[in-house]
Every structure is written in structure tokens, then in C-alpha cells.
């Protein structure tokens, strides 16, 4: 089955800087690939997804870009506020698969 | 808000016992997905319905099971509880069923078995 790595675990960043976190998967043939926000006390909320026939994302401060060659995607958060600090989980899609494969997450911390 | 609803927020049992979580999805989705968040393991797929039907099955233990109703709610069964049971555990409708489709997640249910 599909298996996603996702790095780093946490991250510290200054406000205002730009935060990346990265995510390789397994399955060649995965074709969709969401990432969700998830703050404490609640569940996962969608920011953004990319579909295999694209290479990149923009919605406002946050972008995703995925590499199918290499098998893996990124997610790119500029201009971070504090109220980027949450848990963010990259997912996948795998072949012949509904369900979601999810990385461990990211904790990000956005330092006033 | 996504409009998936979960009931109830919190929930504490003994060992042994049997529990039962509910989901109601968003309004015109027929997907509904059971996942469970735990430390160690993170966000695992536990099983997925369609308009009634099982769809698919990931990580599910055999004491677990689901339904999903004529009304689209969903309910998921958890018996003969252990320790590690403990967890979060949270639903997601989307519309259908296709597999690069937006998945939205309710705000879970925090298990603990004591």
C-alpha cells in the first residue's frame, strides 16, 4: 500500500518568515495529494490539494508543488502568522484507492 | 465549520465495554470515512461507505465495525474495548466516491478507555 514520510516533525519559525514542509510517497501511481490544517481540539481542516496533472498551487501565502518524477510534494507557507501555528498533514492518494494516506504531521510554531 | 457533525465530543468507558460513535455527513455527500488519530500510529483509514455500502477497509480491527444509514449518517461500533483504544477518532464526508475527491473531516470524538 501507499506509505507517505513526511518531514520535518516540527518546525520554528519567526512571523513573517516562510515555512516549507516536505512529503515523499511510495505509490507511482497516487494522484492526489491534499494537505490539512489541523489545530488543537479539532480536526483536520483542508488548505489546499494538487492533483497529478499539475506541478504547482497558489492560494494566497500558501503553495504546493509536486514532483511526480521524484515522488514528492511540498508545502510552502509565506508571510507566516501566528495563527499559522497548527498541525499540518500532507495525504495521499494511492492507486486504485479512496482512502487517504496520511504523513505524521508537522508541528509548526509561528514566533511573534 | 465543514458541516460534518460528530457526536459526542468526549467519551469515557471502562475496558471490556462497547461504544457507539455517530456521524452525520455534510448535506449532500454520500461518502462517509472513519479514521482514528492516535500518537504513535497518527490519522490511519479505518473504513469507508457509500450510499449504504462498504466501499473500503483499511486498518480496521475485527471488535470495530460501521454502519451507514438511509439517512446518510454513519455510526461506528467499538467493542470489547482495551487501553490502546484510546484515541481520536473522526469521520469525513465527501460528495461521491471517486478517489481524487475533497475529503472533509468533523471535529472528532476523544475516546478514553480507562
Known amino acids: 500500500g501507499e506509505n507517505v514520510e513526511q518531514h520535518p516533525s516540527t518546525l520554528s519559525v519567526q512571523e513573517g518568515d516562510s515555512a516549507v514542509i516536505k512529503c515523499t510517497y511510495s505509490?507511482?501511481?497516487?494522484?492526489?495529494f491534499p494537505w490539512y490544517k489541523q489545530e488543537l481540539g479539532k480536526g483536520p481542516q483542508l488548505i489546499i490539494d494538487i492533483r497529478s496533472n499539475v506541478g504547482e498551487k497558489k492560494d494566497q501565502r500558501i503553495a504546493v508543488t509536486l514532483n511526480k518524477t521524484a515522488k514528492h510534494f511540498s508545502l510552502h507557507i509565506t508571510e507566516t502568522q501566528p495563527e499559522d501555528s497548527a498541525v499540518y498533514f500532507c495525504?495521499?492518494?494511492?492507486?486504485?484507492?479512496?482512502?487517504?494516506?496520511f504523513g505524521k504531521g508537522t508541528k509548526l510554531s509561528v514566533i511573534p | 465549520d465543514s458541516g460534518v457533525t460528530q457526536t459526542p465530543k468526549h467519551l469515557i468507558t471502562a475496558t471490556g465495554q462497547r461504544v457507539t460513535l455517530r456521524c452525520s455527513p455534510r448535506?449532500?455527500?454520500?461518502?462517509v470515512y472513519w479514521y482514528q488519530q492516535s500518537l504513535d500510529q497518527g490519522l490511519q483509514f479505518l473504513i469507508q461507505y457509500y450510499n449504504g455500502e462498504e466501499r473500503a477497509k483499511g486498518n480496521i480491527l475485527e471488535r470495530f465495525s460501521a454502519q451507514q444509514f438511509p439517512d446518510l449518517h454513519s455510526e461506528l461500533n467499538l467493542s470489547s474495548l482495551e487501553l490502546g483504544d484510546s484515541a481520536l477518532y473522526f469521520c469525513a464526508s465527501s460528495l461521491t466516491s471517486t478517489k481524487q475527491e475533497t475529503q472533509y473531516f468533523g471535529p472528532g470524538t476523544r475516546l478514553l478507555v480507562l
Open positions: 448535506s449532500g455527500d454520500l461518502s
Open positions: 495525504a495521499a492518494t494511492g492507486a486504485g484507492s479512496y482512502q487517504l494516506t
Open positions: 505509490d507511482s501511481a497516487s494522484n492526489y
